[in-house]
């Protein structure tokens, strides 16, 4: 038998990182045996509904390069099917046309209350005469749900759950206006579908139970449930906005990559042995769902940031330089896209800047510089610096570099050295910040001499004067003004 999984989300406008999880297991799990992964948009809430909201969820997919197989299905174009096999449940006699008005289930609702009973609706127009039926009211199809006994689900994550039939009700599966329910489409679309597995979050455990009287009463195979448990928040609650970033967009917004979020979403929730760096090979190999954690998992998003270092590290610097290209132009108002010496510098500033960033936003910022055009501003802290008396030590490292003739990198921190031994007692730091300051417009930076010598000769010169030039002007403005 092969293996089909499914990831149906509704078309919300977002992924959450849930659903992006459920998605992976999904993927991994129909991989690891050779399988099919589906995708299905339940989108049968046409008041809410937007095409955008469904590329939210397709393009997430992409994002996590997680590919479907065949066509995604639309749950709302197949409404006919699921009218259908309500139809043939009446007429199997596995389900009714119920009648009542908004007065007579309000009144049921609040005697069910009032008596405490698990389930409100009477189930008056189960077994009455449809003769009786009001002319001028369009009905509602309600299933037959089991009065008596017990339902037993073999979940693969939960065990067995059972539940007492009598707290089931007769719920509705067509409505008056012939709109399916969910709990009609989805079983009629994993049936038709083929799903062998249904991996999902454990919201949806006690659905299970209503689904699988469908599945009986058309005498369909049931699929196999594992249920996962939630993801929450570091305060035990179910994760939201207020625990930080919540969906796919918003991590890839913050610079994570997707290999880190799907390395994290997979040990969130599933583990093989102590092993943390996980491969996609090794996880499709590894991939069950004995493994699955039982116990709710909390968010870390420490874990995730080291994780993203991790795979920063990893990957390609064309691919980085890539990935930073539009956030230089978003962030800093930079277009390297034709920049051949900035893209060079970049890549040659490549492995220490993706040393210390945690986040695709960090190495953009620490390695704007390397593609900044004079004039450049510099920020606060930069400008604190230069507006300082330690400016005065630009002029003889510059003199120093323009006699020496190169900026290697060993050249440079020598001369920073002299010049620190000459008017700064010895200390490099008060020689090198202000040459950082000079040299980025910013006070982090990766190392100053590696950044020089990167920059190249002419254009270290040429920032060292624009620096100089910059400050000592504006102070001599200051300084006629104040006269
Ligand atoms: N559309 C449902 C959701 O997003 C899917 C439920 C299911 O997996 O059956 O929660």
Redesign the pocket.
């Known amino acids: 038998m092969m293996v089909i999984t499914r990831f149906?989300?509704?078309p919300t406008g977002f992924m959450h990182i849930g659903?992006a999880r459920?998605a992976l297991y999904n993927w991994l799990f129909a991989r690891h045996h050779g399988g099919q992964f589906l995708v299905r948009i339940?989108d049968t809430d046409r008041a809410r509904h937007s095409e955008d909201a469904v590329l939210a969820i397709l393009n997430g997919l992409k994002w996590l390069n997680l590919e479907w197989d065949g066509e995604v299905v639309s749950q709302f174009e197949r409404r006919d099917r699921h009218i259908a096999i309500a139809r043939e449940l009446v007429a199997k006699g596995h389900a009714y046309y119920c009648y009542c008005s908004a007065d007579e289930l309000e009144e049921m609702r609040r005697q069910a209350k009032e008596q405490g009973l698990p389930t409100f609706y009477d189930r008056r127009w189960r077994d009455r005469d449809p003769s009786d039926a009001p002319p001028d009211r369009k009905p509602v199809v309600r299933i037959k749900a089991p009065l008596t006994g017990e339902s037993v689900v073999e979940d693969q994550v939960q065990g067995q759950v059972t539940v007492q039939n009598k707290t089931l009700d007769d719920f509705i599966i067509l409505r008056s206006d012939e709109t399916p329910t969910?709990m009609l489409s989805?079983v009629c679309d994993d049936h038709d579908m083929g799903v062998t597995h249904?991996l999902?979050?454990d919201?949806?455990l006690n659905?299970t139970f209503r689904q699988k009287i469908i599945y009986d009463a058309m005498g369909w195979d049931v699929p196999v449930f594992a249920h996962m448990p939630m993801i929450l928040g570091a305060d035990g609650s179910k994760l939201s906005k207020r625990h930080g970033a919540v969906n796919l967009e918003d991590f890839r917004a913050r610079g994570y990559l997707p290999e880190a979020v799907e390395n994290y979403l997979l040990r969130l929730g599933w583990s093989h042995g102590n092993d943390e760096i996980i491969s996609r090979e090794q996880a499709t190999a590894w991939f069950s769902l004995e493994n699955i954690v039982k116990s709710a998992a909390k968010f870390d998003y420490d874990k995730l940031e080291s994780l993203n270092t991790h795979y920063m590290k990893q990957a390609d610097d064309s691919r980085i330089l890539a990935l930073i290209t539009p956030l230089l132009i978003a962030r800093h108002a930079i277009d390297i896209s034709a920049d051949e010496t900035a893209k060079t510098r970049l890549l040659a500033g490549m492995a220490e800047l993706k040393g210390r960033a945690k986040t695709l936003l960090q190495l953009c910022d620490e390695g704007s510089f390397y593609a900044k055009k004079i004039p450049y501003s510099f920020d606060n802290k930069a400008t604190e610096i230069l507006r300082s008396d330690a400016i005065q030590v630009l002029d003889p490292v510059l003199h120093q570099i323009r006699d020496h003739g190169n900026v290697e990198k060993q050249a440079v921190e020598d001369i920073c050295k002299r010049v620190a031994a000459d008017s700064c007692d010895g200390k490099l730091g008060k020689v090198a910040m202000p040459v950082r300051a000079a040299l980025t417009g910013t006070t982090v930076s990766p190392s100053i001499f590696d950044a020089a010598a990167i920059l190249g000769f002419d254009e270290v010169i040429a920032r060292l004067e624009y620096a100089i030039e910059n400050f000592t002007e504006k102070s001599d403005r200051q300084n006629a003004s104040a006269n």
């Open positions: 149906p989300p509704s659903n459920t339940e969910y989805v249904v999902r979050g919201d949806h659905n």
